[in-house]
Each structure stands twice: as structure tokens, then as C-alpha cells.
């Protein structure tokens, strides 16, 4: 691709994202991300088979993120910090976007579960692979003696994320860090995060 | 209102609330609802005023069935068997809707939140109760030795909401009654709940 066939699909995917995220994928047309990106239909038709294709594209490049996100924030110090340091750039990512968008696998997880199974597989694989580097850490986390262990790994990061999730929606909602902060503070006292 | 009103003004919101449930408040016309329902146009839009009125009256009838469902399920029995049994029958609940539809307040919590202000506020109200009536539980609870009390009722009230919340996502997401049912199987052993 061109350099300036690159700049062009990044464009179409950052106005995309930002549409989706502010008003959910079944409400965005793709005349919206047409006019919002300034660019030609058949320049968006290159690039993308439609309004299907754009949200996958999305979905592919939002997950590269998330997972180097994870890395960076797990990986530096102890495991125990690792995992405090995601509560606290989980609070920070969503205090970034004024409480509003939420989280884009969460919402394709409501939005799209029951109508497109092809984002509903990719957004499953999306959180499978969240859980499984949570319960890795947590793993970690119980060997150091940084956190309670008398629940398996792969439990507690399933309900790590659930409760995350939760949480996101709950700011969302109110448009307020409160319920998302509870929430993370709740979840560092009752897996008994020391480090 | 005559009796056959009532029951066309039931019929309308009972199919709206179906298609709401399924693809989304943005994805469903009026159109959708007058073809599923068999009703015309004229009497729709004598009992509402468009979709946004059609919306708002199925959040209100969930919300009267929400209470009466937690009345139902917390009332019964000991504190700890009353949330107990909540757990039991949230997860019965989503297996009868076979893990299609999810719950209908975080849905339009993730939907409308950025762009319907009613919506928003009504559903944050829900919550709101939902939340109370679970710290309510939670702190008789705790009087009676039945669950960890080295937590503040209301923390852990948001925290078991956020992550049923959360399960409900996963669960739906999956079509699979696992994630939910881990996750409140989690909740039971962290909140140290016994009866």
C-alpha cells in the first residue's frame, strides 16, 4: 500500500473507531464515516468492503492495543504490582475519555452478540486472551505470596474482568470515575493485593 | 384505556421489548415493531408517541419486574440465603433467555448512555436501586455472621452488581451459562457467604 493509501485507511479507521465507540456500531452509517473522515466513497470502497469489514479492521487494531497495554503495564516490577498497575491505567484509559465510549470489546460484546458472529468470535478470543494474562499474573502474584491463594488463577481473572466490565459500564452510565474506582479499590482489598 | 387497548398497548411493548433485546434499541425501526407485533400504524401511535416513548415504557416495565423479582428472591428465608438465592435464579434467569438478550438495563447502559439522556438517567436510577436493595441485604448479612464484614455493605454491593453485570456480558457473549456461572460462584466464596 502507498503511503498515501495508508494514511487514508488509518483515517477511515480513527474516525470509524471514534463513531463506534461514541454511538454504537448499529447506529453508525457509513455515509457518517464518509462526511466525519472527508473521504470519497470510492476511496473507502477501496480500502473496505463496507461498514462490516471497517468494524473488524477496528476491532483488529483495538485489540493490538489492549494486548500491548497489558504487557506493558503487567510486566514492569513485581507481579503484584503489575496487577495494581493495571487497576490504575484501567481508571486512567477510561478518566482519558471523560467516562465516554467505554470499552469497544464490551460494547461489540452487547451490541453485536446476537446478530454478527463473525465479531462475536473475535471479541471472545479478545477476552479469552485478557483473562488468560490476568490469571498468568495472578498466577505469579500467588507464588511471591502477593495474593490470596486459596482460589484458582483463571477464577479470579474471570471475574477480574467481568467486574472490570462491569465497572466501565457503571462509569459510562453515570459519567462519573466513582463506580469504576469502587469497584477496582473493592477488587485490590478482596484479592488481598499486597506488594 | 378499553380492555382491547390495554392488550394492543401490551402486545406493542412485549414485541418491542423482544426486538430491543435481540439487536438493540438503534437497530430496531417502528417499522419492525408494527410488522412483528400486527399492529397498525394508527394504533401505535395512539398508545406512543414514537420509539423513544416505546423504549422508555419497556425500560419501565422491566424495572417494575426487576424489583419485584429482588423483593421476591432477597425476602425469602436468612439474609445469606436471600442473596444466595439471588445468584441461583439471576443465573436461571439468563439460562431461560438461552443467554440471548442479556439484561436490558447494562445493555442501554452501553447503548445509550453518550446519546439518550432519558434513557441514561432512568437506567442509572435502576442501578441505583438495584445496588441499595443488594447493600441492604449485604449489611443484615453481616449482622447475622453470614458474610465478611470487614467491608462497608454498599463497596461490596457495587462490586456484586458490576460483576454480574460483567458475567452477564460474558455469558452472553459465549451462549454459555459458564462465565456467569463462575463468576457467581466467585462472588459466593469472596464475599465468605454461608447459611
Known sequence: MTRKGEQTRTRILDTAARLFHRKGFAATTVNEILEASGTSKGNLYFHFAGKGAIGL??????????????DDVLSRGTPAEGLSRFFTEALEK???HAFIGGCIFG??????SDTSPAYTDFVAGVFDAWISRIAHQIERAQQAGQLRDDLPPRELAEMVVATVEGGI????????????QHTLDTLRKILALHH
Do not use: D, G, I
Request: proline share 3%; net charge positive; hydrophobic share 50%.
Open 107 to 112: 460494547n461489540t460484546a452487547l451490541e453485536a
Open 169 to 180: 459500564m457503571q462509569a459510562r452510565l453515570l459519567k462519573s470515575e466513582a463506580p469504576l
Open 94 to 96: 477510561n478518566r482519558q
Open 57 to 70: 479492521a477496528v476491532l483488529q487494531r483495538e485489540k493490538v492495543l489492549l494486548m500491548h497495554f497489558l
